[in-house]
């Protein structure tokens, strides 16, 4: 018994420090990594603004200024026309449309199924272009 316990107390220090070298010691820093769509662009901000949630908004907006100049520009009158839904509907309340139906095709996406998120985002693209096609 008394071998057994010297043997665990001579091997105890070594496998600490091989725990500290390749293992455990590791665990709760940050690695060094290329470019990451979920990491934060900017930590110390009170929002968790990633590379995606910005490209995200940045799409958004950017959607209202083209229909904001095309209403301006070239459809001065609106684009008002009747649809399958039987609602009377112009540009921007398409793009309404497009994006409430994008939000509820990936919640119930990532409900149902989890991820990833490249079928939603095809879903709702084509989700888009019926809208915009037939509404």
């Known amino acids: 018994m008394q071998k057994l316990l010297t043997a665990l ?8 420090l091989a725990q500290a070298k390749a293992g455990w010691g590791n665990v709760g820093q940050q690695e060094e990594a290329g470019f990451s769509w979920t990491a934060p662009l900017w930590p110390d901000f009170w929002m968790a603004w990633t590379p995606a949630t910005l490209a995200v908004f940045v799409g958004i907006f950017s959607a209202i200024a083209i229909i904001g100049v095309l209403e ?25 449309i497009t994006l409430l139906g994008s939000a509820y095709i990936f919640l119930a996406w ?21 809208v915009f096609w037939k509404v």
């Open 110 to 130: 990532l409900g149902l199924v989890g991820q990833p998120v490249w079928t939603p985002l095809f879903i709702s693209i084509g989700w888009g272009f019926f």
């Open 72 to 96: 301006i520009f070239k459809f001065r009158d609106g684009i008002e026309r009747r649809g399958v839904l039987g609602l009377t509907t112009t540009l921007g309340d398409r793009l309404f």
């Open 9 to 16: 107390i001579a091997l105890l220090p070594s496998s600490a």
